[in-house]
């Protein structure tokens, strides 16, 4: 299928090498680029894939391990077995590559190959074309781009079934993290036992687990802090299944189980942002107009709460419901937790019809374009209470129309929250992702977390 949406010319495709933590021989666990894992099934190291599109032959290129790794490691595949496994059975030795890509150069080939996230992979591009690392991004295909997108971007039924499973392992992360928010709790722990559930079950957190208490703080990578009575821990977290497929869904927790009245009034109109995205998300719908419903949802919250005011399609016209919810409303999602977003965030979310809105907040949306059967996607709208933001705009005005600033100034302290779902687009609507949705009404919430 690839071969029919480039023309002509080689196609490179290469893995990924092990990464050092502090020496060579002691690495980060590895994983492997989802290109080369989504065309070439192999999930180990120092491997390379070749597309020849008008040869119609696919290789693979890598090295044989020797005596001195068989003893570390215990017997091992040889190339040529591994590429049978996968149905390549062309293989060479890595030493190979750089004659392949320079008979192809002298014979007016186009070389393709995707952006590159990995010094390793842009050093090792340098050597075999020439190419400078600090112009390398301009060389890569925009052909192949497009194509590898369009792709990856439909998944198909085995994709969904190990999406599914992701998702299930995401639910053991979500519901374990509700049972141990206690006062008291110490945050590193509870990331330390949902990291485990994640390793148990899978491979690893789709991504570094985001866990606190300051949920204001949209990506709260710190886990410093023990749980207090009154507060609310906010968890964004998912897994990779064993072929790497992610989820990623956040729930906002109140400590001992309880929310305040102020607390639930603020939950609730998040819920009902997240329900009122899911209930119209269906094919032809772009996500760009999705999260503007959303905002709209949360704007008419906030108004009769009154920290908001004026008219509400007016507010969310101008942004002011950003200073609450200043993020997008969600992201594909896929092999990657933010699905091929090493291709170009603009690429995957947005095309020639649906551009990104230039507007503090809704800037940051990953995903504007029309919704198409098989996407899988984020749902994760939020209100957050940032003291930096709200100083700001309270002293240079900025939509004072539409904010109540000194009732927004009480809610200091309240932290954020978001609540996010894993989501299928199908030919009727969307699915929610999983068995069962994680505890997400007030009632389920405190039902789970006052256990």
Same mark, same amino acid.
């Given at each position: ?181 206690? !006062? +008291?709790?110490? #945050? =590193? ?8 559930? /994640? $390793?148990? %079950? @899978? ?96 704007? !008419? +919250?906030?108004? #009769? =709460? ?8 007016? /507010? $969310?016209? %101008? @942004? ?132």
């Amino acid at each position: 299928m690839l071969r029919k949406k480039i023309r002509s010319g080689l196609i490179l495709l290469p893995g990924n090498g092990e990464s050092p933590m502090n020496y060579p021989k002691n690495t980060y666990r590895f994983r492997q680029d989802s290109n080369f894992l989504y065309f070439f099934g192999l999930d180990l190291p120092n491997l390379v894939g070749v597309i020849d599109i008008e040869d119609g032959k696919d290789c693979i290129y890598g090295d044989d391990f020797d005596l001195d790794d068989i003893i570390w490691m215990g017997p091992q595949p040889t190339i040529n077995e591994l590429g049978l496994k996968v149905g390549v059975p062309c293989t060479h030795p890595m030493k190979d590559l750089a004659s392949t890509l320079q008979r192809a150069i002298k014979h007016g080939r186009k070389i393709h190959f995707l952006p590159q996230y990995r010094a390793e992979n842009i050093l090792m591009i340098e050597r075999l074309m020439g190419i400078h690392p600090s112009i390398i991004s301009k060389y890569a295909s925009y052909e192949l781009i497009k194509a590898v997108i369009a792709m990856r971007s439909v998944k198909h039924p085995e994709e969904i079934a190990e999406l599914d499973k992701a998702a299930d392992i995401g639910y053991l992360m979500h519901t374990t993290a509700m049972r141990m928010a206690k !006062a +008291g709790a110490s #945050e =590193l722990e509870i990331a330390g036992t949902i990291e485990g559930i /994640a $390793v148990g %079950n @899978g491979t690893m957190p789709s991504f570094p687990i985001i866990l606190s208490q300051n949920g204001e703080t949209l990506h709260n990578h710190d886990h410093s802090q023990l749980l207090k009575k009154g507060r609310m821990l906010l968890v964004d977290a998912g897994a990779e299944s064993i072929t790497h497929y992610a989820s990623d869904f956040t729930r906002t927790i109140p400590v001992d189980g309880i929310f305040s009245q102020k607390q639930k009034e603020i939950y609730s109109i998040v819920l009902q942002a997240n329900n009122h995205a899911f209930s119209i998300c269906k094919p032809g719908v772009t996500y760009q107009s999705i999260h503007l419903e959303a905002a709209k949802v949360i704007t !008419a +919250g906030l108004k #009769e =709460l009154g920290l908001m005011k004026g008219d509400v399609n007016e /507010a $969310v016209a %101008n @942004g002011a419901h950003a200073m609450f919810f200043p993020h997008g409303l969600g992201h594909m999602m896929g092999l990657d937790v933010h699905d091929m977003e090493d291709l170009g965030e603009n690429h995957v979310g947005y095309d020639d019809e649906v551009s990104r809105i230039d507007q503090f907040g809704t800037a940051y949306l990953r995903l504007g374009r029309r919704l198409e059967v098989g996407f899988v996607l984020t749902i994760e709208p939020g209100i957050y209470f940032i003291p930096a933001l709200i100083e700001q705009w309270k002293n240079e005005k900025i939509n004072g129309s539409f904010i109540n600033f000194d009732k927004a100034l009480e809610y200091i302290g309240f932290g954020g929250i978001r609540l996010e779902d894993d989501v299928l687009i199908t030919e009727k609507g969307a699915r929610l992702l999983g068995k069962k949705r994680i505890p997400v009404t007030v009632e389920e919430v405190e039902a789970i977390a006052g256990k």
